[in-house]
């Protein structure tokens, strides 16, 4: 089966940037998605992009469309989340998270998921 590991969390000032990791290894040929997701304290876990492992066709959430991109970066086996202009309310738990749904959002359409990364802006 896949596994995920994600890195590149820490404090940032708000406006400025980080770039998060989610490296994949083992099986990846079911893989149609990867989705990355957010959980800040006291809150529901929510969408925040994901790219398709096919065509590499990326959504994102509005709350972080125009900020935030996922880049794939194959010859890292990597899915990369860059954050740009950071707010606040982006501080949570960033995880990384593979389908093997085509077109998947929700997190229930996510089958295997990575142990997470704690991203904290401060303001």
């Known amino acids: 089966q896949v596994q995920l590991v994600e890195s590149g969390g820490g404090l940032v000032q708000a406006g400025g940037s980080l770039r998060l990791s989610c490296a994949a290894s083992g099986r990846t040929a079911s893989t149609r998605t990867m989705g990355w997701f957010r959980q800040a304290p006291g809150k529901e876990r929510e969408f925040v992009g994901a790219?398709?492992?096919?065509?590499?066709?990326?959504y994102y959430a509005d709350s972080v469309k125009d900020r935030f991109t996922i880049a794939r970066d194959d010859a890292k086996n990597t899915v990369d989340l860059q954050m740009d202009n950071l707010k606040p309310e982006d501080t949570a738990v960033y995880s990384c998270?593979?389908?093997?749904?085509?077109?998947?959002?929700?997190?229930?359409?996510?089958?295997?998921w990575g142990q997470g990364t704690k991203v904290t802006v401060s303001s």
């Open positions: 998270a593979a389908s093997y749904t085509y077109g998947a959002r929700g997190p229930y359409q996510f089958d295997i």
């Open positions: 790219v398709s492992w096919s065509t590499s066709r990326t």
